[in-house]
């Protein structure tokens, strides 16, 4: 028999290898992620009643349900018929990747008999579904809809079977691909609704041939341009295209759509000028045409339709004066970011109006105090190339409380506060011209829209609660500038929280805030999502940091709504920009004093005006006390003289008189000492 011995180094050395696995299992094994405790058990039911189980050699090793093929990176296997079955896909970014949602599951040709148990739809966390064919075979549907839900894969060809087909509502449904060529078959409809979904492709010609088709809505879509000129068959009250891709459209197609009541054809690079028979749209209430190329000058007609209330032609290419005439039913007016000139029109003093005219080449007649006290202050500072205080610059920094009061942080930086009511067609400056703002947009299907927003709730990843517990937001484009700054690279700061869209168990998870982040004109995020940003969880703070340069004493930066996400969850009007507070801190040492001008521009004409005034009022006082006073000091001669008139004038006597009527000054006669000497009683025989 062989006896092994271990030398002493050799046997503590495999000690230490042993005990470095088992800690290397530890390790792995806590920062391992497992799958939501709710979803695992609703899972694990509904295979428990369709008497399937999972393989765990692929998932569902040692019981954790997301293992294995289940959080895998690839898909192949999971789409293909070859792959586990039935399999499920998660997510395990949550809570800072600890925590796994199921989103995907596959149950195929497995012989399943029995119902749909209800436990699978209490599945929120985006289980995805893929559209069955078998929806061909109700063809005596009238109206199809699974908007906000989160399908995959196109819509089946099948689809086309349903020629009683009236309304389709699949906004938000995660349906991608091209829409198939068997729904021209769909002659009945009269509402299709398919925004903020990944169909791609050219918009089919097809669609100009639904002749009944009334409410036509293609938004934050992934479609290619133009728009089908097929499209001018259609008696629409209502079209939505937006976020056309390539091409370069035309409004040639919406000559003859004089029906039209609202009209949103925003982001789509559209190259033309308004048609100049847009004075024949008399049912228009609502048109966005901004976010394009557009050209020429604004029809006069255009301002004068009795209908329009909301008018949206920011940002293209416009050019001469805004129209002299306006209709008073026109209150929310944006012709931002295009190249008008001349002054402000009279009707600018109509009551409730809104108009944005930043970045344009407008004038404002400050004599006319009519005309300068009904806009916002500031308008000359956010006019083309940004006018104040350029060169130098007398900034260095700027930070907004966005949505709120002034706060000071924790580290001193003090947040100045945004608290101004917007609406629809705004923009504000501030009293020291340090920065502005300028809000474009308005909330579609929310009769009470708020342009911020407020929230108590607790939040975390943070230490400035404060900070987070109001927001900016704004329905399509919200931008800040900071102005009059020093030349030279910034660092900017932007800070979120996500309120109004909850991580709850119900249907309301499924909304989703989506929109863009632009600086100095560049993207700088795209299709950013606040919640997913904060790892899928709602109130809690997102921090994000960008460098910046600026070369003419300005920043912007812009958040747009780029027709993304969903519209109405969890209610009406939510969606678009949000965020919470800005910081812009130089990348350099400064050379400006960073102190505002002691007279702000704004109030210097007032001022002047103020200062002539009051001096004149004390003036023409000064002059009513001295006559006053004078009038006083002389009121008793003035009175004696009226009493002296009433009776016969006075006469005067000579000495000898006086001597001979006094008998000589004879003591007899004295009546006393006075001031002036002697006082005699004087008796005089004369008539007079």
């Known amino acids: 028999m062989m006896m092994v011995t271990l030398r002493p ?31 695992a058990r609703t899972l694990n039911s509904i295979f428990q009643q369709w008497g399937i189980s999972a393989n765990p050699a ?51 040709a497995l012989n399943v008999v029995g119902v749909i148990p209800d436990e699978l739809w209490t599945l929120t966390s985006s289980p995805i579904w893929e559209l069955p064919k078998e929806i061909g075979k109700m063809t005596d549907m009238r109206s199809f809809a699974i908007g906000s839900n989160n ?30 060529s068997t729904l021209a078959k769909l002659t009945n409809m009269t509402t299709v609704w398919a925004s903020d979904t990944e169909l791609t492709g050219r918009i089919p010609d097809f669609v100009g041939n639904l002749s009944k088709l009334t409410s036509l809505r293609f938004q934050g879509n992934s479609f290619d341009g133009p728009i089908p000129s097929s499209f001018s068959k259609l008696n629409l009250t209502e079209l939505k295209i937006s976020d056309l891709s390539n091409g370069r459209p035309t409004l040639a197609f919406m000559k003859n759509m004089t029906f039209l009541s609202i009209l949103e054809l ?14 024949e749209f008399q049912s228009l209430q609502h048109l966005d045409l901004s976010f394009n190329n557009l050209g020429g ?60 005219v930043v970045v344009n080449n407008l004038t404002i007649d400050n004599s006319d105090s009519s005309l300068s006290s009904a806009l916002p202050f500031g308008m000359n500072c956010l006019q083309r190339k940004f006018p104040c205080y350029r060169g130098a610059g007398i900034y260095y920094n700027f930070s907004i409380k966005a949505g709120g009061p002034q706060i000071t942080s924790t580290n001193g930086i003090v947040f100045e506060r945004d608290s101004a009511t917007l609406g629809p067609a705004s923009y504000f400056v501030t009293d020291t011209r340090r920065w502005g703002m300028s809000s474009v947009g308005s909330f579609a299907g929310n009769n009470n829209p708020q342009y911020r927003s407020a929230s108590s709730s607790q939040l975390t990843k943070t230490l400035e609660s404060e900070l987070f517990q109001t927001a900016r937001i704004s329905a399509s484009s919200l931008r800040y500038y900071g102005l009059g700054l020093e030349n030279g690279d910034y660092n900017v700061t932007l800070q979120f929280v996500e309120t109004a869209i909850l991580d709850t168990t119900s249907w ?33 703070a997102v921090q994000r940091l960008f460098r910046a340069r600026v070369s003419e004493n300005y920043l912007e930066i812009h958040l747009f709504w780029a027709g993304k996400g969903t519209c109405c969850i969890p209610a009406q009007g939510i969606y678009g920009p949000s965020i919470s507070a800005i910081s812009a801190i130089p990348n350099f040492i400064p050379t400006v004093s960073n102190i505002p001008p002691t007279i702000p521009k704004k109030n210097r004409t007032g001022l002047i005006a103020g200062n002539v005034v009051g001096v004149g009022l004390l003036s023409i006082l000064s002059i009513f006390a001295i006559l006053w006073i004078v009038r006083r000091r002389n009121r008793p001669r003035d009175d004696d003289e009226v009493l002296l008139g009433i009776d016969a004038k006075p ?19 004295k009546l006393g000492e006075g001031g002036f000497g002697a006082v005699y009683k004087v008796c005089h025989h004369s008539n007079q």
């Open 9 to 39: 180094p050799l046997f503590w050395l495999l000690l230490f290898a042993f005990f470095w696995v088992c800690l290397v299992h530890v390790a792995q094994a806590q920062t391992q992620p497992t799958t939501d405790p709710e979803e």
């Open 58 to 108: 692929n998932w569902n090793i040692s019981g954790e349900l997301c293992s294995g093929d289940a959080i895998a990176t690839y898909t192949s296997d999971f789409d293909s018929f070859s792959g586990p079955n039935p399999c499920i896909k998660c997510v395990c970014t949550y809570n800072n990747n600890t925590l796994c949602h199921i989103t995907r599951l596959k149950v195929y």
């Open 151 to 180: 399908f995959y894969g196109p819509l089946p060809s099948e689809l086309g079977n349903c020629m009683k087909l009236e309304q389709l509502y699949i906004d938000s449904s995660g349906v991608s691909g091209e829409i198939p």
């Open 266 to 279: 925003r982001n789509n690079n559209i190259s033309d000028s308004i048609p100049s028979n847009i004075g």
């Open 297 to 356: 000058d604004i029809p006069d007609s255009l301002f004068n339709l009795s209908s329009l209330a909301n008018l949206f032609l920011g940002n293209n290419k416009l050019n001469g004066t805004l129209p002299a005439q306006k209709s008073t039913s026109l209150l929310n007016i944006d012709v931002s970011y295009n190249n008008l000139i001349g002054g402000i029109p009279s009707w600018i003093n109509q009551r409730n109006l809104q108009l944005n």
């Open 508 to 540: 309301e998870s499924v909304g989703r805030r989506v929109f863009d982040i632009y600086i100095q004109g560049k993207r700088v995020r795209k299709d950013f999502n606040i919640k997913e940003e904060a790892g899928g969880v709602s109130k809690r």
């Open 651 to 669: 006469y005067t006597f000579s000495y000898s008189e006086l001597k001979t009527a006094t008998e000589d000054f004879s003591p007899a006669n």
